[in-house]
């Protein structure tokens, strides 16, 4: 089994920077993309950013130029640094990755938990 725990959430000032990470651990042969989405109250789940395993990045139009995803793969680590921070951004933030167990082996879409973070003064 592959498991993703993010850490980092918590309570910034708007205008302020925080960084989240993800770590994937368990059988993991390889893994494909890493993402960040996020989930704010009343709303959808939302794609926030995608790192793929040649490095492409992807990002929403809303955090384009705030936010920079990178990946350590060397110990299947993905984070968010996320600068300046608005009222909008508050959500809960969750990891995803695409991951495979053995050669051969299909893609699991693999979910965390999620992490709160609340922008405010």
């Known amino acids: 089994q592959v498991q993703l725990v993010e850490s980092g959430g918590g309570l910034v000032q708007p205008g302020g920077s925080h960084r989240l990470s993800c770590v994937a651990s368990?059988?993991?042969?390889?893994?494909?993309?890493m993402a960040w989405y996020r989930q704010a109250p009343g709303k959808q789940r939302e794609l926030v950013a995608v790192?793929?395993?040649?490095?492409?990045?992807h990002y929403a139009v809303d955090v384009k130029g705030r936010f920079a995803i990178s990946r350590d793969n060397a110990k299947n680590t993905v984070y968010l640094q996320m600068n300046p921070l608005k009222r909008e951004d508050t959500a809960v933030y969750y990891c995803?990755?695409?991951?495979?167990?053995?050669?051969?082996?299909?893609?699991?879409?693999?979910w965390g938990r999620g992490t709160q973070v609340t922008v405010s003064s």
């Open positions: 995803n990755a695409a991951i495979s167990s053995c050669a051969g082996c299909i893609l699991h879409d693999t």
């Open positions: 368990g059988s993991i042969f390889t893994i494909k993309s």
């Open positions: 790192v793929t395993s040649d490095g492409s990045i």
